[in-house]
């Protein structure tokens, strides 16, 4: 009896409790239109489509006595002409320090804080003796290909005025002008993504490209004041070509040669102990290769022969008009590690877990993806993050175009810092598009106020 009481008393006070019900004397309030605005969004709601990138005139032209070097200062980076067309690398070198010391620029106050911030990163125990940087440089130097060794002895003995030693003092020193082209070889920083597309997933069947060079910009962005695009202009038996970095820099983070072949570094991460003994700097014979040789697969295959003798692994985007190819040369010689280095191109096997959806384009990050490569994309998870971005938003075209292309990897706003790994990060330094259909070449340079929404791309000849 109680039970069958019991029930239905508290299934009652139970409804009841929970629909309560308004008594008549009361009037709800009625809510009005709301006046909070959303602070921002994650991505940008702007689109190229439509926009035209525009060449910049030069403000101030500079050129060498001898008339091997010109520097023509633009609105957002510097122009370089160098004229290796006699073959003489030293003279070449010398006037292109003769000229940066003729402008009106504290190249010293600029290359030298970002040189000390990368030293202290590699070697956080030093204090004031940096003599483990200078037997470095000069163990790395013992391979560099002679011309370059030449020109560099050019340019550093006469930038420095002859001042010897690392020291922050103000001064390019020799050595100092030495490390500059070898940072990514002695020193490492630098965070990388690419991106390209062909055929079916191109709308007009073209093959286009985007390289994101995430670069430490300096502690004040000093960096950005000293953009460069660098014509190698050479003789007879060599391909001229261009490459995209700073002034003062000789050695190759990205370039195109006049064969259309395109290169450019994206580090992968390197969790082994490094060695400089009898080792070369990839980025110098990343240079040598676009010097010498025809196409993108004839590069790759060069830097892949080559990648057990490079101090540190990485990937090379690899792209000409007829292929596209990712060099994921592995520098790891310890006896447990994966031994492999491949040329890696839309149909090589990814390591398990790994996925690109979308066939006739190809994505890069700071890692390698081949199956049974070194796994560097769980020991950083900022790799998966990026990756899977790339995948994900290629996905989401059926066919791209050149705005599209831009658009998408710009796509996220700087409003919001990288709590979650960005393709357009806080760290972007310059991102380089291209398309083979229209020979359209394009670079948006960061600024010293850092990345903006919506970046401005300039025309670039090449």
């Known amino acids: 009896m109680k039970k069958k009481l019991i029930l239905p008393l508290f299934t009652t006070a139970f409804l009841t409790a929970c629909t309560p019900q308004t008594p008549a004397y009361i009037t709800p309030p009625v809510s009005g239109v709301s006046t909070l605005e959303p602070i921002g969004t994650v991505y940008s709601e702007r689109s190229y489509a439509g926009e035209t990138a525009q060449e910049e005139s030069a403000l101030e032209t500079f050129v060498s006595a001898d008339g091997r070097c010109t520097i023509e200062k633009k609105p957002s980076y510097y122009e370089v002409y160098l004229d290796y067309t006699d073959g003489d690398y030293y003279a070449t070198g010398k006037a292109y320090a003769e000229t940066m010391l003729s402008m009106n620029l504290d190249i010293s106050g600029v290359i030298e804080p970002y040189l000390f911030e990368n030293i202290h990163h590699a070697f956080p125990e030093l204090e004031g003796n940096y003599k483990p940087v200078e037997d470095r440089i000069y163990e790395l130097l013992k391979q560099v290909p002679e011309e370059y060794q030449k020109e560099f002895d050019g340019f550093a003995g006469t930038i420095s005025g002859g001042q010897n030693g690392i020291a922050s003092d103000g001064i390019l020193s020799y050595e100092e002008a030495l490390l500059i082209q070898m940072v990514p070889d002695c020193l490492r920083e630098t965070n990388c993504n690419a991106l390209t597309v062909w055929g079916e997933k191109s709308a007009d069947g073209g093959r286009m490209f985007s390289r994101t060079m995430e670069w430490s910009l300096g502690s004040e962005n000093q960096m950005c004041t000293v953009h460069a695009v660098t014509h190698f202009k050479m003789g007879e038996g060599k391909n001229s070509y261009t490459t995209f970095g700073t002034l003062a820099m000789l050695d190759v983070l990205g370039g195109m040669n006049d064969k259309d072949v395109f290169a450019a570094i994206l580090d992968s991460?390197?969790?082994?102990?490094?060695?400089?003994?009898?080792?070369?700097?990839?980025?110098?014979?990343?240079?040598?290769?676009?010097?010498?040789?025809?196409?993108?697969?004839?590069?790759?295959?060069?830097?892949?022969?080559?990648?057990?003798?490079?101090?540190?692994?990485?990937?090379?985007?690899?792209?000409?008009?007829?292929?596209?190819?990712?060099?994921?040369?592995?520098?790891?010689?310890?006896?447990?590690?994966?031994?492999?280095?491949?040329?890696?191109?839309?149909?090589?096997?990814?390591?398990?877990?790994?996925?690109?959806?979308?066939?006739?384009?190809?994505?890069?990050?700071?890692?390698?993806?081949?199956?049974?490569?070194?796994?560097?994309?769980?020991?950083?998870?900022?790799?998966?993050?990026?990756?899977?971005?790339?995948?994900?938003?290629?996905?989401?075209?059926?066919?791209?175009?050149?705005?599209?292309?831009?658009?998408?990897?710009?796509?996220?706003?700087?409003?919001?810092?990288?709590?979650?790994?960005?393709?357009?990060s806080e760290m972007v330094f310059h991102i380089i598009v291209y398309d083979y259909a229209t020979d359209e070449l394009e670079v948006c340079f960061t600024g010293t106020d850092g990345i903006t929404d919506h970046p401005t791309f300039v025309k670039i000849r090449h």
């Not at 990648?307 to 540190?312: A, I, R, W």
């Not at 081949?370 to 989401?396: C, H, I, M, Q, Y």
């Not at 050149?402 to 700087?414: H, Q």
């Open 269 to 424: 991460g390197s969790y082994f102990d490094y060695v400089c003994e009898g080792k070369k700097c990839y980025t110098l014979e990343l240079r040598y290769a676009l010097e010498h040789m025809n196409s993108a697969r004839e590069i790759g295959e060069y830097m892949v022969s080559e990648s057990k003798n490079f101090t540190y692994s990485h990937n090379v985007l690899l792209t000409d008009p007829q292929e596209s190819l990712v060099a994921e040369d592995c520098a790891n010689l310890q006896e447990d590690a994966p031994k492999q280095s491949i040329l890696r191109d839309q149909y090589t096997p990814l390591r398990e877990g790994v996925f690109w959806d979308s066939p006739d384009s190809m994505g890069v990050v700071n890692a390698f993806v081949t199956a049974g490569s070194d796994d560097e994309l769980s020991n950083d998870p900022s790799n998966w993050v990026r990756f899977n971005k790339l995948n994900t938003w290629v996905s989401e075209y059926e066919k791209m175009t050149f705005s599209d292309l831009k658009d998408l990897v710009t796509r996220e706003s700087p409003d919001f810092e990288s709590g979650i790994q960005k393709i357009y």
